[in-house]
Nanobody
Framework: QVQLQESGPGLVKPSQTLSLTCTVSGGSITTSFYGWAWIRQPPGKGLEWMGV???????SYSPSLKSRTSISRDTSKNQFSLQLSSVTPEDTAVYYC???????????????????WGQGTQVTVSS
């Protein structure tokens, strides 16, 4: 069974870049057709899909966040990472990494498509 664990700073200052890493066990991030995503939940709001990196390294991002978001991977460590630039307090949220193992690429913009989730990590943007 795939397991995911987020790591990174819990506090980021406005205008800085938020960086998180997801460490994957029980499966390889290069396994064919798997998708690896970042999803967040601001306080009092629903889940927001941010972007995904596929098993072959291709990426897709939420249009509303695309200009500030980058997802990359380190296959030697079986990790993938999120960078969100120019953060504001509105980026305060619980950030999750998640894995999809059986849906087509066209469905991977839906938070509901993901099969495995990390426990989530709280990130607060504040000076």
């Amino acid at each position: 069974q795939v397991q995911l664990q987020e790591s990174g700073p819990g506090l980021v200052k406005p205008s800085q870049t938020l960086s998180l890493t997801c460490t994957v066990s029980g499966g390889s991030i290069t396994t064919s057709f798997y998708g690896w995503a970042w999803i967040r939940q601001p306080p009092g709001k629903g889940l927001e899909w941010m972007g995904v990196i596929a098993y072959d390294g291709s990426t897709s991002y939420s249009p509303s966040l695309k200009s500030r978001t980058s997802i990359s991977r380190d296959t030697s460590k079986n990790q993938f990472s999120l960078q969100l630039s120019s953060v504001t307090p509105e980026d305060t949220a619980v950030y999750y990494c998640a894995a999809d193992v059986n849906d087509p690429w066209s469905q991977l913009h839906l938070a509901s498509a993901y099969d495995y989730w990390g426990q989530g990590t709280q990130v607060t943007v504040s000076s």
